[in-house]
């Protein structure tokens, strides 16, 4: 499961003396439920990284369950926006240097990015996040990820999986 290759997010964990585990999968499969298959876990503890566009300001990077949608009015509220609109792969991958699949708020912390995370990650000790590349995903303290990507908590996913 853990990798012999290094990326910034670990560096930066291990740097900042958060503990995390990390877990290949292979990058092919596109979706969190997928994931959470391969990793043996529940859909709800495998988040994803979405790019979202306010009418002002940075790009926010919107960290939520693999098993719910993105609200984009609560993401606006959260944001202190009026509107939001989420990122066109183009644009995310373009904004982020990083590809669709492999977005990570760890990978991107200097980059002047808002993060916001919904607030059912804190049902969790722990989640599983995007370590900077398809493929690859960290278990972090729900805690450490809030501390160090100075992410704001907020409902900002849909109560129930859409359809």
């Given amino acids: ?36 298959e391969v990793l043996g876990v529940s859909a709800a503890e495998v988040f994803k990284t979405l790019v979202a ?40 991958e373009a904004l982020t240097g990083l590809q669709v699949g492999g977005i990570s708020a760890l990978a991107l912390l200097d980059k002047g990015f808002r993060v916001i995370l919904d607030a059912s990650a804190r049902q969790f000790a722990a989640i599983y996040v995007s370590a900077g590349e398809r493929g690859l995903n960290l278990r972090v303290p729900v805690e450490g990820l809030v501390r160090i990507t100075r992410a704001r908590v907020a409902a900002i996913a849909t109560e129930e999986p859409t359809a």
């Fill in 1 to 36: 499961m853990t990798e012999k290759r290094k990326t910034n997010s670990m560096r930066l964990l291990e740097a900042r003396k958060i503990p995390y585990t990390a877990h290949s999968f292979s990058p092919d499969i596109h979706s969190a439920d997928g994931v959470a």
């Fill in 53 to 92: 566009l306010p009418q002002r300001g940075r790009p926010l990077l919107a960290i939520v369950p693999g098993d719910r949608e993105l609200d984009l009015k609560a993401l606006a509220k959260a944001a202190d926006d009026k509107k939001v609109h989420m990122a066109t792969q183009k644009e995310a």
